[in-house]
Structures are given as structure tokens and as C-alpha cells.
């Protein structure tokens, strides 16, 4: 299930890149360091990772991601591809059942877990990259989930 890789993402102002990133949000569920976080103790860093997981986003991930598009003036509709984080097969059910998305939807997440494992936050610019390469989308909305419990999320489409 998990993996170890690293990845970058270059970003410059002005024209000439392949995406233009249009805005980008965050929500926060106040209360759920114990759904996912961190332990910190004498020994280390430990990491909270609750069974919890694929309800708590099956159930809550639509909301968040609608405001924070709504704060950049955009729709679910106006997205034509999710790229998301994938955390593990159970949490890429979720999504797609979050976002009533035919099952097998979210492919490129699948792939990318199957063959690498989660690689923590580097994961999600595994699957950005499979779904660049494909072509055929012009609005993508890329997200994660992380310690707090938080979504994140950042629109970006193809430049003209």
C-alpha cells in the first residue's frame, strides 16, 4: 500500500506553460486530527490514519470541494476531470461515490496506486502528470486530502 517517490512541480508567472492554475482552496473540518494527523512523541512522528477515512469523505468531500469552488467562481460542472490524491483503493471509492462518478472514473489514481503504493503527498503529481499526458481535458481540478483533516484543492486549465 505504501510507496516511496518524490515529485516537483515547476511554476512560473506569465505565458508559455502547458497549465494555468485559476485558484486554489482549502477546507478545513474542524475537530479531526483524529481521523488523520500526526502523533508526535519522544520516538518520532507517527501517523493517524483511521478506518474511517472513505465514509468520512464519501460523506463530506462534495460540500467541501463545491465551496471552495464556489469561492473561485466555478462549478463541479465546469470541471472536466477530478485528479485526486488517491490514498489507498478505498479511498478512490469513496471519491468516486462523493462525486457520483461511474466506478473505474477515477483510472489514473488506480493506476498510480497500484503500481507506486500512496507515496504520501507526491502521489497526486503522479496521477497530474498521467492526466496531462492524456490530453483531452481542458479544466482539471486537482485534490488532497491531509492531516487536520483537510481537503485541498487547485483548478487549473490548459493554456490556449
Known sequence: MFGDGAAAAVLRAGDGGEVEIEGMGEHLWPDTLDIMG???DPE???VIL????????????????????KR???????????????GGAKVVNAL????????GTLDH???????F????????LFVLERVL??????????TSLGPGFTASCVAMRRAA
Open 38 to 40: 500526526w502523533k508526535v
Open 44 to 46: 518520532g512522528f507517527g
Open 109 to 115: 489514481e488506480r493506476h498510480v496506486l497500484a503500481n
Open 96 to 103: 468516486e461515490s462523493a462525486f457520483s462518478l461511474n466506478q
Open 72 to 86: 473561485m467562481n466555478l462549478k463541479l460542472e465546469d470541471v472536466e476531470r477530478l485528479v485526486c490524491h488517491p
Open 133 to 142: 499526458a492524456d490530453r483531452t481535458m481542458h479544466r482539471l481540478l486537482l
Open 117 to 124: 503504493g500512496s507515496m504520501s503527498a507526491p502521489t497526486v
Open 50 to 69: 483511521r478506518r474511517s477515512i472513505p465514509a468520512f469523505v464519501t460523506a463530506n468531500m462534495n460540500s467541501a470541494v463545491t465551496g471552495i469552488l
